[in-house]
Structure formats: C-alpha cells, structure tokens
C-alpha cells in the first residue's frame, strides 16, 4: 500500500479523529478506517459496499468512468486480441506475461490436471436429468473437498498451487459433463492433445458414435470468451470467495460458493437471462414496450446485459463481445440473427434513451456473450456455468492473494442494528 502523508479529518460526537489516507497506484484514495471503532465507537454504513475497499490487491484494476479493465496492468482489449485464455489464467496467477518454456510448462502441467477422479461421475448420477448445470457444479466442486484431501492445506504453498491447478484444469470438464448428463449424452474425456477452449468444445459436442472435428473458429471464439470473464476485481463473487476462505475453508469450498453466488442473475445468471429477454421481445418493433417497462420503477423488469456498479461508461468487454458476435455469425453464415438484431437495435435505442444516459446504463459483458454461446449451439442454461469456468482463475488468483497476505483475518462485517432492544421474555398465558 502506498502510504501518504494525506489524513482525513471526521468529526463525531463533538471529537476529532485524523484517518490515514493511502493512495493507490491507480484509482480513488482510501480512508483507513480500521482504527475508527475502536478509537471512536462508531461503524461506517455502506450496505452493498459501493464506497467501501474489502482488501488491497494488485491483480485487476477497473477504471468506470473511461470503460478500462487491467489485468496486472494489460488493457483487455489487448489481451483479448494478443493473449489467449492459459496464458492469461498465467498472467492473473503470477502476475507477468509468462517466457515461452514457463507458458509451456503451465499448459503442460494445466492439460495433466483436467481428468476427475473417476468415482465423481457418481455424483452428477444423484441429480434429476433436468438440474440447472450450475446446481450440479456447486455440488460437484463442492465435492472436490472429500477428494482431494493433498490440496486443501492452505497453509501450505505446494497444496494452494496444486489446488489452484486442479481447480482451472477440470473446471471445463465438471462443466462439459454437467452439460452432457443433462442431454442423456455420455460423459467424454478431455484429450492431451487438445488446448483448452478446443478441450471444452470437443468434450461438451463430440459423441461416442462419431469423430467431432473441432472449429478453429469457435475455439478461438471461446477462448475469447473465457479471456472476457477471467477476473473483475472484487465483484459479488468474488468477495464471496474471498470472505468464506478468510474462515480458513478449504479453496474446493470456497470455489463452490462463488459459483453459488454468481448465478444470481443480478450477476453471472445475467447471460442466460439476457437471451430470455431478447427471445421474448422477439421483434425490435417491440423494443419501446420494454424500454418503457425498464424505465418503470412500478415494474421490476430490467434491461438485462445492461448497467454495472462499477462501468458508468461502456463495458470494454462489451465491445469486444459485440465484435466477436458479428465474426462469429457471419463465419458460421447465420445471417439476420434475429436476437442479435434485436440486441443491436435494443443497444441503440437506449443508448439515445435519456434515461439510459442519465443513469449511465450501457450494454455490459452479459450482454452479447449469449449470442455467441448459442450460435455456438449451447443452451441457455450452459451460459453462466461457462462464465464460472472462466472466472476460476479469477477467483483462485484473488483467493492466493489473499492468503499469501500477512494482513488476511476473517471477514466479519457489523450492522446497523434497527431492531427491539433488550426485553424480557413473556410467557405464552401473558401474551
Ligand atoms: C456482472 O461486479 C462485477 O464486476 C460483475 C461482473 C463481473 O465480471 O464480475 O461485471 C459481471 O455481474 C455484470 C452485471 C450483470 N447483471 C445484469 O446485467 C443485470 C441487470 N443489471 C442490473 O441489475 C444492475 O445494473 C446491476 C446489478 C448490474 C448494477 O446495479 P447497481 O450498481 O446496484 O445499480 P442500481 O441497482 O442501484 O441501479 C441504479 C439505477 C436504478 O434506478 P434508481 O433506483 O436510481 O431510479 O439504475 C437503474 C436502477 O433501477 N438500473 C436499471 C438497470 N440497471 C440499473 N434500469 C433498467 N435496466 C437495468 N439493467
């Protein structure tokens, strides 16, 4: 942390109390309050967090207002169009680009981790055919802890880099099978000889009864797509992640409860949602009915794939997944989506919409993937289990950094206490 000279000055209760302010290397100062109980018998008041620093971290940085995302420093669009997803998951975890043996090393050692153990085919046997695949990876990452007992010591750095490993090397296959036994398909193995979106892709499509030849085209298109989500600061799940491991959980658990947290459609369920939205607007002559309705504080409706806590400008990922979008049609020749014309003309007509501009609301990483994804031929349902591959490693690398640091404590937010104060209990005859 950058220490300052700069304090901040509070008055409460009549005392003045000088807060240290520590400045970052990118972004807003901070006001350390870790003393301010203690030293004046008062909490701070940020339900949601929107003002509030969990931790300091050097991996991802995100600048709203001018739409950036840096990974360690490298602007996504850059990597996105230069990198590819190991060589990212690389960056995030070690914090540099990696020299060509060391890349080749990580994807040697990432492609050796990508089979299950084979007793945890049974798991997935214990869930009705039509489970939501996101219920199947909570369970079956979960399950990850009653199996590989030599990596859950997290006060050992071998046993954290180990998990880490298995964690992003057999997410693709925990997803590829969710996926496969919820089409009746049998279960297909990752192959060595494949990289890693090609893996994901043969192991979700192939069948025992044919060859499956792999598209470069939607490989690299994965790829891309997984390089889109890999890490975002410290978003709903990621802090998820980061406040149950600060209990000293085992990572298998506390991966398994980031993937709980981001299927919320208010998050990573945003995708699968998004495309239910545009398949029921259907035409873009119905598009002012529901920009009317997300603009109504009577109805619930929202414009899903649009607006963010932190992006008060454009998603840069956006962009990039609205490019990919029209590659990856017009590759495959699906002319005239009708969702992506939908999608395209939604975008525009909120974007001019000045309830959109004044609320700084605009399409979001969520917002184009689910066209790629189907167009890819998945479901809807496969959307956010594929975000949560992805974000693996951005869950894993924050989770390392916050182990390895020596200011790591358990989580433990208080309250605004608005509740009845001290009674005495009143037997049922007196009520
Ligand atoms: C992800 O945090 C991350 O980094 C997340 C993520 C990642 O990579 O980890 O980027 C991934 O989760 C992207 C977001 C996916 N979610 C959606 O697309 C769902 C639709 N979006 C909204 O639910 C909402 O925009 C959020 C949850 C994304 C952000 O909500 P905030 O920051 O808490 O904003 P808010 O709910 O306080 O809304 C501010 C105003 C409100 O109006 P007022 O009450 O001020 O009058 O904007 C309105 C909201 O009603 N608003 C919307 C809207 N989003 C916000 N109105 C219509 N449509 C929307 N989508």
Known sequence: MTDSNKTATLTVHGETYELPVHSPTAGPDVIDIRKLYGDAGVFTYDPGFTSTA???????????????????????????????????????????????????????????????????????????????????????????????HDSTDITDPHQREVASHRLIAKMPTIAAWAYKYHTGQPFVYPRNDLDYASNFLRMCFSVPAEEYEVNPILSRAMD??????????????????????????????????????????????????????????????????????????????????????????????????????????????????????????????ALEDPYFAEKKLFPNVDFYSGIILEAMGFPTSMFTPIFALSRTVGWVSQWKEMIADPQNKIGRPRQLYLGETMRDYVDIENR
């Not at 995100?62 to 950036?68: N, R």
């Not at 420093?73 to 230069?82: F, N, R, S, T, V």
């Not at 990580?106 to 007793?119: A, D, W």
């Not at 009317?292 to 840069?316: E, I, Q, S, T």
């Open 224 to 349: 891309r797509i997984l390089t889109l989500h890999a890490d975002h600061e410290q978003n709903a799940s990621t802090s998820t992640v980061r406040l149950a491991s600060s209990s000293g959980a085992n990572p298998f658990a506390c991966i398994a409860a980031g993937i709980a947290c981001l299927w919320g459609p208010a998050h990573g369920g945003a995708n699968q949602a998004c495309l239910e939205m545009l398949e029921e607007i259907g035409s873009v002559d119905r598009i002012p009915e529901y920009i009317a309705r997300a603009k109504d504080k009577n109805d619930p409706f929202r414009l899903m794939g649009f607006g963010h806590r932190v992006y008060k400008n454009f998603d840069p990922r956006a962009k990039v997944m609205k490019q990919s979008a029209d590659e990856v049609l017009d590759l495959l020749g699906i002319e005239n989506n009708p969702k992506l014309q939908v999608a395209k003309e939604l975008e525009r007509e």
């Open 54 to 148: 969990s931790c300091d971290s050097t991996i991802t940085y995100i600048d709203g207002e001018k739409g950036e995302l840096l990974h360690r420093g490298y602007p996504i669009d850059q990597l996105a169009e230069k990198s590819h997803f190991l060589e990212v998951c690389y960056l995030l975890l070690y914090g540099e680009l990696p020299v060509a043996k060391d890349l080749e090393t990580f994807e040697t050692t990432i492609t050796r981790h990508t089979m299950l153990h084979e007793q945890m085919q049974y798991f997935y046997r214990g869930f009705r055919r039509d489970a939501h695949p996101m219920a199947i990876m909570v369970g079956v990452v979960g399950a990850m802890s009653a199996f590989y």
